[in-house]
């Protein structure tokens, strides 16, 4: 995709997802910001501050990250199983997905139970049951 497509595209992504907001369609905004999390990578590129004041200047990977967060507490809005796909790298991500998810989410009383690892398809299942 070209540059200047890409930024329309993030644009209207965006815009998509600000009305999913408004009308509490959690589950389809967390789906929104996936489109956006897809086009970028986990590299060191640094990125420049968002025209709309969105996302600051900031590594490619630290908005990546930030995205799934926000994709994470869509879905946990919209009272839904949240399934995040770790990497090709399952083995070296595993122990730092698990930190960050017990540290985002915060289950209460520390039941670990919440997060679930599946290893074998290298996935984070976060079940929202309940309001954290």
């Not at 989410?105 to 290893?119: E, G, K, T």
């Amino acid at each position: 995709m070209e540059v200047q497509s890409t930024k329309l595209y993030v644009r209207y992504v965006y815009k998509l997802y600000d009305l999913h907001v408004a009308a509490e369609n959690h589950t389809e905004a967390a789906f929104t910001l996936k489109l956006h999390a897809e086009l970028l990578s986990w590299s060191d590129e640094l990125l420049p501050e968002t025209a709309d004041c969105r996302w600051p200047e900031q590594y490619e990977w630290q908005r990546k990250e930030d995205i799934y967060h926000k994709i994470i507490a869509e879905f946990n809005r919209g009272k839904v199983l949240v399934s995040v796909p770790l990497s090709t790298h399952c083995d070296m991500m595993l122990p730092y997905v698990v930190t960050l998810a017990l540290i985002i989410l915060q289950p209460p009383c520390n039941d670990l139970h919440y997060v679930i690892i599946n290893a074998s398809k290298c996935s984070l299942v976060i079940p929202s049951t309940t309001q954290w």
